[in-house]
């Protein structure tokens, strides 16, 4: 059993910038692959990021690509979403997931998951 516990979410101007964190509980989180999807209000949950257990896939959403950016500290056990130049459209909860398979952009592809933190871009 993993427990993934996010923050760093809150309300931010567009063209602002946030760091989202999710810490893991676990001592095999290096051999984890990590992802961070989002959930606007009325709509389904959409991937963003996602990293391979190596550190050597990245997969980004085309509508964050250039300006979000994952990555994970085994150290700490925790994955990092960095999300600048923020638009209204990244108006979401936003949830980071691991599998101890191959990172994947489908939901379908996790085992376990964070209770979300919000993030509110205003225009």
């Known amino acids: 059993q993993v427990q993934l516990v996010e923050s760093g979410g809150g309300l931010v101007q567009a063209g602002g910038s946030l760091r989202l964190s999710c810490a893991a509980s676990?001592?095999?989180?290096?051999?984890?692959?990590m992802g961070w999807f989002r959930q606007a209000p009325g709509k389904e949950r959409e991937f963003v990021a996602a990293?391979?257990?190596?550190?050597?896939?990245?997969y980004y959403a085309d509508s964050v690509k250039g300006r979000f950016a994952i990555s994970k500290d085994n150290a700490k056990n925790t994955v990092y979403l960095q999300m600048n130049t923020l638009k209204a459209e990244d108006t979401a909860v936003y949830y980071c997931?691991?599998?101890?398979?191959?990172?994947?952009?489908?939901?379908?592809?996790?085992?376990?998951w964070g209770q979300g933190t919000q993030v509110t871009v205003s225009s």
């Open positions: 990293l391979g257990w190596s550190g050597g896939t990245l």
């Open positions: 676990g001592r095999t989180f290096s051999t984890y692959s």
């Open positions: 997931a691991v599998t101890r398979g191959l990172s994947s952009r489908s939901v379908s592809g996790y085992d376990y």
